[in-house]
């Protein structure tokens, strides 16, 4: 079945985004690149006195730190990406808080629509260090030209927010837009078939149905609701302007120029980059006759040491954060994947390492394969009945993902995480029209009335969807039993609130599936008082990058800005046609990515994304 969807659904889908073809470096350009790597000094970046930090928002934000394979695949590709893991972000504001050589922080929003899909939980945690850095008595100086709510809600704490004259700003509320190919696979002769418990389980419906269920659009709904509430809570108090007016904002204007945006209270003023560079040198006493203000970027500030400054720890009690990002899939799983038997190799490691006295799981997964998330779930368990395991949810910890959280000691989340969908799902694939239509036909002999059940030739029959029905409610039963025990909570309370229903952080809070609001950072200072180990610890990640990854690429190279001198690499703005596109690319990566043994899923809705 797997093997179908790869070579029939998703050839006819890449005809029609086109091939892509990678070329690499010849065996001595390799080495010579090798040679400069490993022959090059470090020195650590120079921090002047009075100087600003500046956060280019256009800046890739993950939750862990770049494998070395990506780091190697952008390398000899060319791809100069601009990233950084959140808890990098976080840690390197902080120090910034409690240098008294950073001045300020320059909130660099001009190409911020470039991002990537950083998340609102994510996002909500570098808020919260961009207060404590104001908290301290430092400036922070936003500037943007085309601000929408996402880029706006870490911007809108800044002391003073600047609009461009010719910018715009974007309140018109959240929105999701899902993909269905239902008709596409009609279309070309490919059948489906659908197993699967929980009446919210809208992965399934884009292949099924042309449009949302009731039960889909209601949860989205309220999905929706529970984010876009607490951006308007946000920037409510950071502004200081009422919710209310934020909602009648979006409703009745929608697109704001710059003076209707500074008349709205959003922004404080309406200049261009030179008298912002001009403000800016005041702020860092820099030179008139000097082409920009002094500055250093949050890449290059990461790299200098936090030891003087209290935020580095050297110890070897350590606490251990794992981090399980993207989608949970059988075996080791490669980059960007959750592979079940990858991570309960890491977990069964730091269960005898006398030397981590903790674990926090990270989880930034919409789910995947059942089997896979079941593996993780047990080492989890076993793990906790050793030591304290903590789980800090991310952007999304979803169906899959919220499995290998439910046995651990507390759960965290933003109140803007996306979490729930405690639901199982199967899909089975035919191609009996598309072969018919073109000429093929297949006949089947068989020793037992099920041989041939397997098959991608003709639909199932009655009796054979029974079977797998039979296997799906199997595992939903397993997922509830699992939630009930893990978190406490009686197996018809969680039947209620299962389905495959999906749920804000601050809702699942209130239903028992979360136990307190806060990001990664809380979840850490949590665990380490369940540990009882007072200042005396540090960090790990996991999994761990080399550290000839780390000298082999170093910190990628930045280009310097026209009008403010600052270092950023410039990316083309991708037009709606170019994103639609993706979107469908990106729905066969996932359909690529589902190798559960027994086609059993535990996911969240394919294309659910807030925009």
């Known amino acids: 079945m797997r093997n179908f969807i790869k070579q029939t659904f998703a050839s006819l889908v890449g005809t029609l985004l086109g091939l892509i073809i990678f070329a690499g470096l010849g065996t001595t350009g390799l080495f010579l690149l090798i040679l400069a790597a490993s022959s090059s000094k470090d020195t650590g970046p120079n921090v002047k006195n009075k100087s600003v930090l500046v956060f280019d928002l256009s800046m890739k934000i993950t939750d862990g730190e770049p494998s070395s394979g990506q780091l190697f695949q952008n390398t000899i590709s060319g791809v100069d990406e601009d990233r950084m893991a959140l808890r990098k972000v976080v840690e390197t504001l902080e120090k910034a808080r409690r240098d008294p050589r950073i001045v300020g922080i320059y909130i660099d929003a001009t190409n911020a629509s470039q991002a990537g899909n950083v998340g609102y939980a994510s996002l909500k945690e570098i808020r919260k260090a961009l207060e404590e850095f104001r908290a301290a008595g430092k400036k922070i100086v936003a500037y943007g030209s085309d601000w929408s709510e996402k880029e706006y809600y870490v911007s809108s704490v800044a002391d003073s927010i600047v609009l461009n004259p010719l910018g715009m700003m974007e309140v018109n509320g959240l929105s999701s837009q899902p993909m269905f190919l239902a008709g596409a696979l009609q279309k070309y002769g490919i059948g489906v078939q659908v197993v699967r418990v929980g009446k919210f389980k809208g992965a399934v419906e884009p292949f099924i149905l042309n449009k949302l269920s009731p039960e889909n659009r209601e949860q989205t709904q309220k999905l929706l609701d529970d984010v876009w509430g607490e951006w308007r809570t946000a920037i409510g108090a950071s502004r200081k302007i009422e919710p209310n007016k934020l909602q009648a904002i979006a409703d009745n204007q929608s697109l704001l120029e710059a003076t209707q945006a500074k008349t709205n209270g959003l922004v404080d003023l309406v200049q261009y980059p030179d008298e912002v560079v001009a403000n800016l040198k005041k702020l860092t006493n820099s030179d008139k006759e000097d082409k920009t203000f002094r500055q250093i970027s949050l890449n290059s500030y990461a790299q200098v040491s936090g030891k003087s400054l209290g935020v580095e720890r050297n110890s070897k009690n350590q606490i251990a954060v794992v981090y399980a990002e993207g989608e949970i899939v059988d075996g080791k799983g490669e980059d960007g994947q959750v592979g079940g038997d990858r991570f309960a190799k890491i977990f069964n490691k730091l269960r005898q390492d006398k030397d981590v006295k903790a674990v926090v799981l990270r989880i930034n997964s919409p789910g995947g394969s059942a089997t896979a998330a079941e593996v993780m779930q047990r080492e989890v368990k076993l793990t906790r009945e050793v030591k304290p395991v903590v789980v800090s949810m991310g952007d999304v910890a979803a169906s899959g993902g919220y499995w290998i959280a439910s046995d651990s000691n507390r759960i965290f989340a933003e109140p803007n995480t996306i979490t729930g969908s405690i639901g199982v799902f199967g899909l089975l694939f035919n191609g009996e029209k598309l072969a018919n239509n073109n000429g093929i036909t297949w006949d089947s002999v068989k020793t037992a009335r099920y041989a041939d059940s397997q098959t991608v030739s003709r639909p199932k029959s009655p009796q054979e969807l029974e079977i797998y029905q039979r296997s799906v409610n199997r595992i939903y039963n397993m997922f509830l039993n699992k939630v009930s025990q893990g978190r406490k909570l009686p197996e018809q309370k969680v039947a209620e609130i299962a389905q495959g229903r999906v749920w804000s952080g601050e809702a699942a809070k209130e239903i028992g599936l979360v136990d307190e609001i806060g990001g990664l950072n809380t979840a850490i200072a949590y665990t380490v008082k369940e540990a009882k180990l007072g200042d005396d610890w540090e960090v790990q990640e ?68 807030i925009e």
């Open 542 to 609: 996991y999994p761990r990058t080399s550290s000839f990854g780390e000298r082999f690429f170093g910190r990628a190279t930045e280009e310097a800005r026209t009008a403010f001198g600052i270092e950023s690499a410039q990316l083309k703005s991708a037009n709606p046609l170019t994103a639609e596109l993706q979107k469908l690319q990106q729905e066969v990566e996932i359909l690529q990515k589902m190798n559960d043994p027994q086609g059993v899923y535990a996911r969240l809705p394919f294309n659910l994304k």
